[in-house]
Antibody, heavy 121, light 107 residues
Framework: EVQLVQSGAEVRKPGESLRISCQASGYSFTSYWIGWVRQMPGKGLEWMGI??????????RYSPSFEDQVSISTDNSINTAYLQLSSLKASDSGIYYC????????????WGQGTLVTVSS | DIQMTQSPSSLSASVGDRVTITCRAS??????LNWYQQEPGKAPKLLIH???NLQSGVPSRFSGSGSGTYFTLTISSVQPEDSATYYC?????????FGQGSKVEIK
């Protein structure tokens, strides 16, 4: 069974940084992409970026809306993807989802449970 | 960025009604268009990929069509469990984008 399990809820102060993890199981981690999606409270889905990481080959794409503030990476040895957020603002509060990408120009077929991030002074 | 515009933003339907949601892209996207359903408090769920391909396990009352810049999601006979927000998403571009969502309420 394909599963994506994300790290728990986080609280940060403005200006701080944060790393969220997404551990995959039930499939070959290096054969698929992993993407990240933000959902601000009461709002829609925002595509942040996506990564494909195979031994000797990495492809990372970012949304222009997020590329200055986020960094996506993987640790293939533990089937885990990461989303690093820097210079956090209150407006970065929301739920962050990881999802499995079937290909670089495809769709998200499995999703993590979401990680709630609260940025507050 | 390719902008995705959905309409309507919200609708109310009775059980058994036929419901159609449209999604327009600001540029050509071929059939790299997907639809997701998100129930309150849950992660999104893939319904349709490649504009018209029903994801495994999704009820056959859901269907998708379109190509280029105009796409539709149709629920042939809406059920109470279809109360949710629906999103289109393009993956033609290296930077994928979602529509703003269409909320379906069941009367």
């Amino acid at each position: 069974e394909v599963q994506l399990v994300q790290s728990g809820a986080e609280v940060r102060k403005p200006g701080e940084s944060l790393r969220i993890s997404c551990q995959a199981s039930g499939y070959s981690f290096t054969s698929y992409w992993i993407g990240w999606v933000r959902q601000m409270p009461g709002k829609g889905l925002e595509w942040m970026g996506i990564i494909y990481s195979y031994p000797g080959e990495t492809d990372i794409r970012y949304s222009p809306s997020f590329e200055d503030q986020v960094s996506i990476s993987t640790d293939n040895s533990i089937n885990t993807a990461y989303l690093q957020l820097s210079s956090l603002k209150a407006s970065d509060s929301g739920i962050y989802y990881c999802a499995r990408g079937y290909g670089g120009n495809s769709f998200f077929d499995y999703w993590g449970q979401g990680t709630l991030v609260t940025v507050s002074s | 960025d390719i902008q995705m515009t959905q309409s309507p933003s919200s609708l109310s339907a009775s059980v058994g009604d036929r419901v159609t949601i449209t999604c327009r892209a600001s540029q050509y996207t071929g059939t790299f268009l997907n639809w997701y359903q998100q129930e309150p408090g849950k992660a999104p769920k893939l319904l349709i990929h490649g504009a018209s391909n029903l994801q495994s396990g999704v009820p056959s009352r859901f269907s998708g069509s379109g190509s280029g810049t105009y796409f539709t999601l149709t629920i042939s006979s809406v059920q109470p469990e279809d109360s949710a927000t629906y999103y289109c998403q393009q993956s033609y571009n290296a930077a994928w984008t979602f529509g703003q969502g269409s909320k379906v309420e069941i009367k």
